[in-house]
């Protein structure tokens, strides 16, 4: 039971260049989010899906897209990247449902645009 | 939509003493209100968390208090140890289109000194 398993964990990247950020989690779980973490500012929500088939945006989406492929995998793309996009990214996984459960993280992938 | 306020940023003690987190959420439906800390390098960890119906949640040297009027929650460290140095992040979940979404407090830097 590997939880929640995010690819890469470091990548660097050149100011226009695209990339996907891989996260799988084996927990059947139906809720999968989206965070960055920059210092100073927590974990700010990017993207959620409350279930399969469905993503909505969160706090700080642009520049963002994302792809819910299946249950267990929900990827995150940064079409043209941009040195503000540095940051370290956590997928997380929760059961889901109207009453708040825990969420479990990802190892993160930590993001350098140059 | 949500927004969740933590204080203070850095808070310093002597091993021994308690140390205190103080957090404030704007949406009164918020229902579930998980801790997370998080050691340097390493992923956010579930701490403790409380729901809306309970007031108060307590875990070896780890409270929770709820004051669901005020919107204001609270940890509480008790005999504190080195070991207890991390970033603590508070997180308040609401419904948004019928689903919950986590959203995440700014961090707190706690420093236990022997």
């Known amino acids: 039971n590997a939880g929640v398993t995010q690819t890469p964990k470091f990548q660097v990247l050149k100011t226009g260049q695209s990339m996907t950020l891989q996260c799988a989690q084996d927990m059947n779980h139906n809720s999968m989010y989206w965070y960055r973490q920059d210092p100073g500012m927590g974990l700010r929500l990017i993207y959620y899906s409350a279930s399969e088939g469905t993503t909505d945006k969160g706090e700080v989406p642009n520049g963002y897209n994302v792809s819910r492929l299946n249950k267990r995998e929900f990827s995150l793309r940064l079409e043209s990247a941009a040195p503000s996009q540095t940051s370290v990214y956590f997928c997380?996984?929760?059961?889901?449902?109207?009453?708040?459960?825990?969420?479990?993280f990802g190892q993160g992938t930590r993001l350098t645009v140059v | 939509g949500e927004n969740v306020e933590q204080h203070p940023s850095t808070l310093s003690v002597q091993e021994g003493d308690s140390a205190v987190i103080k957090c404030t959420y704007s949406?009164?439906?918020?229902?579930?209100f998980p801790w997370y800390k998080q050691e340097l390098g390493k992923r956010p960890q579930l701490i403790i968390d409380?729901?809306?119906?309970?007031g108060e949640k307590k875990d070896q040297r780890i409270a929770v208090t709820l004051n669901k009027t005020a919107k204001h929650f609270s940890l509480h460290i008790t005999e504190t140890q080195p070991e207890d140095s991390a970033v603590y992040f508070c997180a308040a979940s609401t419904l948004s289109g019928g689903y919950n979404k986590l959203i995440f407090g700014a961090g707190t830097r706690l420093a236990v000194h022997p």
């Open positions: 997380a996984s929760s059961e889901g449902g109207q009453g708040g459960t825990e969420a479990f």
């Open positions: 949406d009164s439906a918020s229902n579930y």
């Open positions: 409380i729901r809306s119906n309970v």
